[in-house]
């Protein structure tokens, strides 16, 4: 039996049959590192790839946009709420008005019966004389007008109640209500359930829209780095054969990904930056006046908060779409 080997020639190179061996061929192609001599070369395929699909590139950008929008104002309304809602908190107290017939000891044996329940920071004891003259600042009545009401003052003694968590008032005021000696409780129920109501809202809303939005960005993201990867597939195919790592091969797709992340991001910031006061003067000035003294966040306090945030999601969103079109779309 003649030796396969025989016929074989003994200076003959090997054929690689692996592409690691492909790799080590060529010093300069397999390197597939973000090293400062390729980037030019990504950055140029980036470019030539966003403008090769521009019309996918600017639905992808604004896609991202209209996502991280909805992400801005609801976390501007969010912080605005609960800043509003902490502001209520010290500067509206529930006042919790006592009956007439109460003794000095069983006034003060209520006042340690309120500071005991739940949620109460601290309760301040107001006489009759006291709430007179606080009524009358807070309207604007001249001393005149007061000095009549000195003799038959219509108010009783009360106390000034302020509470740790104004999203539990109802609860506190309920509890507060039961104990003995007090007449009745007065609070800032509608506004306080309204911005409660809000917040919930806004929370659950833009929580379902941003999902939602967000998903779409990614598809559209990925769709749009697919047809680059379709289009040039035979490219790509060669490159790898002469020694071109995957991700000597995948940066310019990652790369286009976080740039279409970027410009999804710069411009909700900037729309925000630029309409965000005016929102709020045209807000405060509605026919609702309490509103006229909240207080109110300003952009220059939010903007340095959620700027680096939305810069992250819109570089995630842009290299979330990146992977998924390569995994699906970049195994040649």
């Known amino acids: 039996m003649t030796n396969s080997t025989a016929n074989k020639p003994e200076n003959e190179t090997p054929i690689p049959n692996k592409r690691s061996d492909i790799k080590q061929t060529d010093g300069k192609i397999k390197s597939g590192d973000l090293k400062f001599r390729n980037i030019k070369y990504y950055l140029a395929e980036t470019f030539r790839n966003l403008v090769r ?3 996918m590139t600017i639905t992808s950008v604004i896609t991202v946009a209209a996502c991280l929008l909805i992400v801005v104002f609801s976390y501007a309304i969010a912080s605005n709420v609960n800043f509003i809602l902490a502001y209520l908190e010290t500067s509206v107290p529930v006042m919790v008005v006592i009956e007439d017939e109460l003794t000095v000891p069983e006034v003060d044996a209520l006042f340690h019966e309120i500071l005991q329940t739940e949620n109460v920071t601290s309760a301040t004891f107001i006489t009759p004389e006291e709430a007179l003259r606080n009524l009358a600042e807070n309207l604007g009545i001249t001393d005149g007008i007061l000095a009549g009401l000195e003799e038959a003052n219509p108010l009783g003694r009360s106390f000034n109640v302020e509470l740790k968590d104004i999203r539990m008032q109802s609860q506190t005021v309920v ?3 039961l104990l003995n000696g007090v007449a009745r409780v007065n609070e800032a129920s509608v506004v306080t359930d309204m911005l409660i109501a809000v917040n919930n809202f806004v929370g659950i809303f833009s929580f379902v829209v941003m999902m939602v939005l967000g998903i779409l960005s990614v598809v559209i ?11 040039r597939r035979n490219e790509i195919i060669i ?13 310019p797709f990652v790369i286009e990904g976080i740039v279409i992340g970027i410009f999804g991001a710069i411009i909700p ?7 965000y006061d005016g929102l709020i003067d045209t807000i405060r000035y509605t026919d609702f006046q309490m509103l006229l003294q909240m207080p109110f966040r300003t952009a220059t306090e939010l903007f340095p908060i959620f700027a680096p945030v939305v810069m992250v999601l819109g570089v995630g969103i842009g290299i979330l779409g990146s992977i998924s079109a390569m995994r699906k779309y970049l195994s040649v």
Do not use: P
């Open 269 to 275: 910031m900037g729309i925000m930056w630029a309409s």
């Open 53 to 55: 699909n521009k019309i």
């Open 239 to 251: 490159m790898k054969y002469v020694g071109a790592t995957d991700w000597f091969i995948k940066w």
């Open 221 to 231: 993201i990925t769709n749009t780095i697919k047809l680059t990867v379709n289009n």
């Open 175 to 177: 509890a507060i209500g």
